[in-house]
């Protein structure tokens, strides 16, 4: 695997590279990514510090930046804090500044004279106003792509109050928001050979690996020859909410929903965000297990589902909580996409735009003989109508292109007889 390292000083070094006019070899960097058997979390790995230390980290789409609990005994020699009033602290639109004033000595994450941004832990639903930013070498990606070595990575330090309810072994967070110039895909992409566009593909094993594909193009899986994923997909507008810290989220414009080809009577309203205070509307998360539908849209689901199951399947008492619909999968036949219950199609920004959802993400085998369907109904009050979790997510390659501000999704590998942990051909040797 070809290693290329980058000195990237920031300003104004940077300049240079965009006055250029050349045109630069594309690369694409490959970022396994690993679903946490026991909280169901997609963890990736990369390297950093001085000696280089692998980290773990959560994988947070709308996270502004890389950040890491700095409480563990953070350790490196290249380990520098953003001083206060520099142009690292504008490139970062820090919103503060301030002096080491909670430990007893300085450290990594406690320095005097240094800027802040916001840190967050989606799992928590918490925030931290006292994020300091700072830079460190950072060694990210794997085969078949290249390793990039980033001499000033620009990340943030958080306390360890942030990172609870993190997966074992897993000590902050890789943020992908479309904002941010912290997120990782806005600061790779200021390297000439990337750009600031990456692809999504989760495993629905926890025994093999997803990849987050960063780059153009195009992305590879093998079936055992080599296929690219990243064609013929449907693509629609990201909409950004400007409520309270929400910018980063991708919101995306869903108009209906069907199932079985029919309409799901729907509350229209709530597909819409709120320009008034960001409620509604219907974003994409890689931090949720199972995608979440406001209450009245769950209901309307729900009948329709019951409504379009095959006559002889018997429902049955959810075995737990988390689920409202379950049935006996003794009369569901099993097809290359899954269980073979009734389609689900959110339609996007217009009828012939839409994203089909197959039986392997519409349902979840929660005992023996009786699936569920994998939805949660709650009451999205303050929250969007819908939030598209992890599992609906799984074997689908989703493209984010943050310079065009648009999402592309692809149906289910499993119609092109792959999956998303067969990126490297090394896995099928």
């Not at 819409?272 to 509307?281: A, E, M, R, T």
């Not at 539908?293 to 309307?300: E, N």
């Not at 959810?318 to 097809?335: A, D």
Request: hydrophobic share 40%; charged share 15%; net charge positive.
């Amino acid at each position: 695997m070809e290693t290329l390292t980058f000195f990237f000083l920031l300003f104004p070094l940077l300049n240079i590279f965009f006055l250029c006019s050349c045109e630069v070899p594309q690369t694409t960097l490959y970022l396994p990514i690993t679903k946490d058997a026991s909280t169901l979390q997609y963890i990736t790995e990369v390297g950093q510090r001085t000696p280089l230390v692998p980290i773990k980290l959560f994988v947070h789409l709308a996270g502004r930046s890389l950040w890491v609990d700095c409480d563990k005994g953070y350790k490196s020699s290249t380990y520098k804090p953003a001083v206060c009033n520099s142009t690292l602290c504008s490139f970062a639109n820090s919103h503060a500044c301030g002096d080491c004033l909670f430990k007893s000595q300085l450290q990594p994450g406690c320095n005097n004279n240094t800027c802040y941004i916001w840190g967050e832990n989606p799992l928590i639903n918490s925030y931290m106003d006292r994020a300091e930013i700072a830079e460190d070498i950072l060694a990210i990606g794997s085969t078949p792509g290249v390793r990039i070595t980033w001499q000033r990575f620009i990340f943030t330090c958080v306390e360890s109050y942030l990172a609870r309810r993190l997966a074992n072994g897993v000590t902050g967070i890789a943020g992908f928001g479309h904002e941010s110039p912290l997120s990782i895909p806005n600061q790779l992409g200021l390297d000439p050979t990337l750009n600031k566009k990456f692809g999504m593909c989760l495993s629905s094993s926890t025994r093999s690996r997803g990849v987050i594909f960063i780059g153009s193009g195009p992305y590879y899986v093998y079936n055992p020859k080599k296929v690219d994923i990243s064609k013929n997909l449907v693509y629609t507008k990201v909409i950004t909410n400007r409520g309270f810290l929400l910018s980063e989220e991708y919101y995306i414009q869903v108009s209906s929903i069907r199932i079985a080809g029919q309409d799901v009577p729907l509350n229209r309203t709530l597909l819409s965000i709120d320009k008034n205070n960001g409620v509604g509307g219907t974003k994409i998360s890689s931090t949720i297990p199972f995608t979440i539908l406001h209450t009245s849209i769950y209901d309307a689901v729900k009948i329709a589902f019951i409504k379009a199951l095959p006559k002889n399947v018997t429902l049955v008492e959810p075995p737990m909580k988390r689920f409202g619909v379950c049935f006996s999968s003794k009369n569901i036949r099993s097809t290359k996409v899954g269980p073979d219950v009734p389609l689900i199609d959110f339609l996007l920004h217009k009828p012939s735009a839409f994203w089909r959802i197959y039986g392997a993400n519409s349902v979840v085998q929660v005992k023996k003989d009786v699936m569920c369907l994998a939805f949660v109904g709650r009451e999205q009050t303050w929250e969007p109508s819908i939030v598209i979790g992890g599992h609906q997510l799984e074997e689908n390659l989703l493209v984010f292109d943050l310079p065009k501000k648009k999402i592309g999704f692809g149906s289910s590998l499993k119609l092109k007889q792959t999956s998303c942990s067969m990126y490297d051909n090394i896995i099928q040797a």
